[in-house]
């Protein structure tokens, strides 16, 4: 039996844990899918307010959780199977073993859709991004590949060309799910040049460690050619954890969870902070913030309604 549980290790969870354990309510942490959240897999973090060189994605982590652990804050590895809200206290179910919250803050993130292919993988954090406004700044001077073909994709493309000095614009369709509003603006950008229908192979270079280029292929004429880019941005979209609370938690048509008043969701002694509940800023500083956040929302709510 937990005062407050805690679902996901990122940004978000790992300042819910802070605040709650330096409250005394002495949190579980649950890691989850991924854990460490989507700043495990980044290289420099220069974004992130109190590092003037910057930090590495991993070490800011390891700092976090440090620093929860210090305050009495208890991890588990793993990830939740099932969570029961019929009633308090809250029933959370992993594979091998269940716990009890009086209440609970959601923090599992959303995943970034990636295209599948296996350098992509690998130089995930090493010149392959899913984050324009993070690592925008690395690639001043530089040409590099957007790949998408949706808002998301022609707000980035746009976005980074206050930096890159061309960026290559990759799509498998000739049509575009963005709206027409946001296709003509990428259209008039001089820096962005659009590539359709084209089919992104393979990242250029693993055997380096680095992005040299892309090969790509034309899906209508099967030609195969290399562009030499210096970055990659995956644009096509998230997927917020939520799988486990659907049809228990309200959430949006996209599946993130729905908060209001700060991280309250329809259910009582329920929290959501993070990624898992914004799709628009998706910052580990927005994150560690909602984070906060839930943690005195979670704390306010066992002073009026003890367990």
């Known amino acids: ?32 899918h991924e854990p460490g959240g989507q700043l495990s897999l980044t290289t420099m973090v220069e974004n992130f307010p109190g590092f003037p060189e910057g930090i590495l994605g991993p070490e800011l982590i390891e700092n976090m959780r440090k620093q ?24 959370i179910v992993m594979t091998k ?8 803050i959601i923090a599992s993130g959303a995943t970034a859709r990636m295209l599948g292919v296996e350098s992509e993988r690998k130089l995930l954090g090493y ?3 899913t984050c324009a406004t993070c ?3 690395f690639y001043r001077g530089k040409e590099i590949a957007v790949v998408g073909g949706g808002d998301t994709a022609m707000e980035e493309a746009m976005f980074l060309t206050r930096f890159a000095s061309k960026v290559h614009l990759l799509h498998r369709r000739n049509e575009f799910r963005a709206s027409k509003i946001m296709l003509d ?7 962005i040049e659009f590539h359709t229908p084209v089919i992104l192979d393979e990242v250029l270079d693993v055997s380096k460690g680095a992005v040299e280029g892309v090969r790509i292929t034309n899906s209508e004429n099967g ?12 644009a096509i ?8 609370f659907r049809g228990k938690l309200d959430m949006d048509a996209n599946g993130y969870l729905k908060t209001h008043d700060g991280g309250k969701t329809n259910v009582a002694g329920v929290f959501a902070a993070g990624d898992v509940q914004d799709n628009h800023y998706r910052q580990a500083i927005t994150a560690a913030g909602s984070g906060c956040m839930a943690a005195i929302d979670a704390e306010k709510f066992l002073e009026n309604n003890p367990a």
């Open 127 to 129: 010149g392959v991004s």
């Open 223 to 234: 030609q195969t050619s290399v562009l030499p880019v210096h970055g990659v941005f995956v």
């Open 237 to 244: 979209g998230h997927e917020p954890n939520t799988k486990v």
């Open 97 to 104: 073993e269940a716990f009890e919250a009086s209440t609970l």
């Open 68 to 91: 929860a652990q210090r305050f009495g804050a208890e991890f588990r590895s793993g990830a939740v199977n099932e969570v029961e809200f019929g009633s308090r206290p809250f029933k």
């Open 1 to 32: 039996m937990y005062n407050v549980v805690i679902i996901g290790s990122g940004c978000a969870g790992l300042t819910a844990a802070i605040y709650a354990a330096r409250a005394n309510l002495k949190p579980l942490v649950i890691d989850g």
């Open 185 to 191: 603006r990428a259209h008039k950008n001089e820096k």
């Open 135 to 137: 690592d925008g700044f």
